[in-house]
């Protein structure tokens, strides 16, 4: 929602102010309320949501910040992803595992658990307008990045024409690249049926425009799945791309989408 009305060139702070930033907004509790007609524990459930809201992935993470152990924790993540809160994540192409991590299906609940508390005392006092610059609009697009990149794989599965072959599966990819011993995390990949054609993504909600280096980048990130298949490489970025970039896309297998792209004819 927040994207589409970017791409109509909406103002997205005024619906930000009113529904989650105003302690009158019918809206402003409703976490908190949903928390309490659902659960019998609602403390501790939004302890769980709090850490998984404040970057505790794993479920021995989480377990630690709430201060319980992790079989019980298990029970009350697990009641989360049934109420469609939270969701379970494995790097694509791999078994669920140790690199497996909860995060915020609920984009409403991952809003609100991520700019909600830490201001809710100029919120209730009214000085929210004061500090909104600083502490909401600054981290707005460090928040929307993974936003974003759902965005894109949503636009891929069920909008994007002409691609190079029929997705079957997409999602992420975080792990260490067994070359440079380095972590990586690549945005989106693609697969076929058959795990044999990929789309290797990278999404950019920032001003700046997409440049060489960046298409470089993926070619490098697509070599830590070997060669068991073809490559196609896509590169979304709401601030555009340079003019090197454009050039390289004519004679490369690198398609560019911008934001007003996606949502060209929606």
Known sequence: QYLRQISDKLSIEDNIKNTFLNPNSALF?????????????????????????????RLNEIATKVGIESGPCSKYVRTLMELGIVRKETPMLEKEGKKTVYLLENQFFRFWYRFVPQNITAIVSGRIERTYEKSVKSQLSDYMGLVFEKMCQAYLLRYAENLPFELSRIG???????????????????????????????????????????????????????????????????????????????????????????????
């Not at 976490?31 to 403390?43: G, T, W």
């Open 172 to 266: 992420q990819w975080w792990g260490s690249n067994p070359a440079t011993r380095k972590q990586v995390q690549i945005d989106i990949v693609g697969a076929d049926s058959e795990e044999k054609a990929f789309i290797i993504g990278s999404c950019k909600f920032k001003n700046e425009k997409s440049g060489i280096d960046e298409y470089e980048r993926l070619k490098h990130y697509a070599a830590v799945f070997g060669k068991r298949g073809t490559y196609h490489y896509y590169i979304f970025s709401k601030g555009g791309f340079t003019d090197g970039l454009i050039e390289k896309a004519k004679e490369d297998d690198v398609r560019l989408v911008t934001l007003d792209e996606m949502y060209e004819n929606r």
């Open 29 to 57: 509790e409703e976490p908190e309320n949903l928390l309490k007609q659902e659960l019998r524990e609602p403390a501790v459930y939004n302890s769980v949501i709090t850490a998984i809201a404040e970057g505790a992935s």
